[in-house]
């Protein structure tokens, strides 16, 4: 045997241990998809593909081995499965795709390889028990809500390379206290801090231009924004409801800024608004 087919023990419900023939070579679709009594799986060595869904909704599933082997781990590919605490990537997967570990609620330890290029989308959201991530230094992308509703993230460190941070990728980190974000980065997405109520400061560096809908909104204990010079355009609601926000420096090279902006910033005394903006959607109080 060297694959497993599409939807082979999808829904067996009494599976509870699976050891895989030694010459195995895939993990197709759905394999496995919501065996809720499944608590052990060995995975052989040359192993190469875990497909999209593959064991999805295995509830039960504990810690696992993967096979130096593994290439590919596919879309949702471990999405749901709540007893998994710890995952240790081996080093040929550059890529992990949407979802794959997407609500393991018990997941606290991630190892990963130093070849990964990218985080794609809800790789990680609700993993609510992840408390800290040290992303290799070979990530350039980190998806749409990649860490979405981790409300127990304490820390993460960001790779140096990291080029751009997707639309809500950090949103709901209630516990996330400080970030430092790599000078590399040129985008921040639509509420990539969406309600991230612990964290205090954060400084954007020189390439990042212009701040997209709601980044911060929400972010309650936010005290100081530090914007790069060449900044130009704040887009709707970026600080909306940052009432402990007392230090932002608006660079002269702003043009616009847009709605309910500052709305909420109870604590914002003084805000000096350059001769170069064009537009001001909403006036401070």
């Known amino acids: 045997v060297t694959e ?5 023990f999808q829904n067996c ?16 679709t759905y394999a496995f998809y919501g065996c809720e009594e499944l608590e052990n799986v060995f995975f052989p060595e040359g192993l190469a593909i875990i497909d999209d869904w593959a064991l999805s909704r295995c509830r039960r599933l504990g810690d696992f081995v993967l ?3 593994l290439q590919v781990i596919g879309f949702r590919a471990f999405a749901g499965c709540e007893s998994i605490t710890e995952v240790h990537l081996p080093d040929c997967v550059e890529v992990l795709e949407g979802g794959v ?8 330890e991630v190892t990963f390889p130093e070849r990964l290029k990218e985080l794609r989308r809800l790789t990680f ?4 028990s992840l408390e800290k991530i040290q992303i290799p230094s070979s990530v350039t992308k980190i998806g749409e809500s990649a860490f979405l509703d981790c409300d127990h993230l304490l820390s993460i460190g960001l790779p140096d390379r990291l080029e751009s941070i997707g639309d809500r990728a950090f949103e709901g980190c209630a516990a ?5 974000i790599p000078d590399t980065v040129t985008a921040i997405g639509v509420r ?3 309600h991230c109520s612990s964290l205090t400061s954060l ?4 390439g990042v231009y212009r701040l997209e809908k709601s980044t911060f909104e929400g972010c309650v204990n936010l005290k100081c924004v530090l914007l790069p010079e060449g900044f130009g355009f704040i887009d709707d609601r970026v600080f909306y409801g940052c009432r402990s926000l007392k230090i932002l420096n608006i660079p002269k090279t702003i043009y616009y800024i847009c709605q309910d902006v500052f709305t909420g910033c109870d604590s914002l005394k003084e805000l000096v608004i350059p001769e170069t903006i064009t537009y001001n959607g909403s006036p401070v109080d």
Request: charged share 25%; net charge neutral; aromatic share 10%.
């Open 203 to 206: 400084e954007l560096p020189e």
């Open 4 to 8: 497993i087919g599409p939807y082979a």
């Open 192 to 194: 990539a801090f969406y």
């Open 101 to 108: 570990f997407h609500e393991c609620r018990s997941l606290k």
């Open 125 to 128: 959201a609700e993993c609510t």
């Open 67 to 69: 096979p130096s082997t």
């Open 13 to 28: 419900k009494s599976l509870k241990e699976v050891s895989f023939p030694k010459h195995l070579n895939a993990i197709r």
């Open 176 to 180: 996330l206290t400080g970030l430092e």
